[in-house]
């Protein structure tokens, strides 16, 4: 799934101190996009891209992705330092607490819905237009597989993510016809480096690896991804049954 159809392009990675970021940042640079890079860690993030090849390349904005006006401002320079949005992405995302519903609080839903659809929402409202104005781009927003199946304790986890899947189709429906490929990764177990810490042999196995997801995104960035629109992408790995 590796591609260098980004020589040239320009990406915004939302959210790039995740825990996935490393391995996209890599993948995105050993592509040929030009990165720019949000966190509400920046000093953290520099340490991760001086690790990098091109990573000192990167454009890192410090910024809160609740907030649409750091959204704005993030798209802003993009559009002020490289002419255009080519493709966007966002690693962000809420924690959450594995609890049955019954023991769940409306500030629980109220965190995941914010950490999950509102700093997507934010993120897209900003890029949209200016894809707009350069004849299209491309939205890899990410869901976990709880978004389709959510497992035990995982409903308000997967509720919002079910947004974000929903919220994604929406956007290409309404801007098909103008250039926009928005699609949806929905990613399983990953294999991070917290996740090795409490999978079991097998499930670590069947996970997706870092490398893997990062592929998946630079793809559905890259032109190549243009035939698939307004899609829930499903990355399962090995935990197809």
């Known amino acids: 799934m590796m591609t260098d159809g980004g020589t040239g392009r320009t990406v915004i990675v939302g959210g790039a101190t995740a825990r996935t970021g490393e391995a996209v940042l890599r993948t995105l640079l050993a592509a040929g996009y030009r990165v720019v890079a949000t966190t509400r860690r920046p000093e953290q993030l520099r340490q991760t891209l001086d690790q990098l090849p091109g990573g000192k390349g990167v454009e890192v904005v410090q910024a809160d992705l609740l907030d649409p006006g750091a959204a704005q401002h993030v798209v802003a320079i993009v559009r002020e330092r490289f ?96 250039g926009i490929v928005a699609n949806c990764l929905v990613a399983g177990t990953i294999a991070t480096d917290a996740a090795r810490r409490h999978l079991n042999p097998a499930d670590l196995q069947a996970a997706a690896t870092l490398e893997e997801f990062a592929s998946a995104i630079v793809f559905l960035c890259s032109p190549q991804s243009s035939g698939i629109n307004g899609t829930a992408v499903e990355l399962n790995a090995r935990e197809v049954d």
């Open 83 to 178: 002419g255009r949005v080519d493709a966007m992405t966002t690693l962000a995302s809420a924690g959450f607490q594995q609890r049955p519903f019954a023991e769940t609080q409306l500030d629980d839903l109220c965190r995941q819905i914010e950490g999950n659809l509102y700093m997507t929402y934010n993120l897209c409202r900003a890029a949209v237009p200016v894809m707009l104005e350069g004849g299209g781009g491309h939205i890899v927003t990410v869901a976990g597989g709880s978004a389709l199946d959510p497992g035990y304790g995982r409903g308000l986890f997967g509720a919002s993510k079910a947004a974000v899947v929903t919220l994604t189709r929406g956007i290409a429906r309404d801007h098909k016809g103008q």
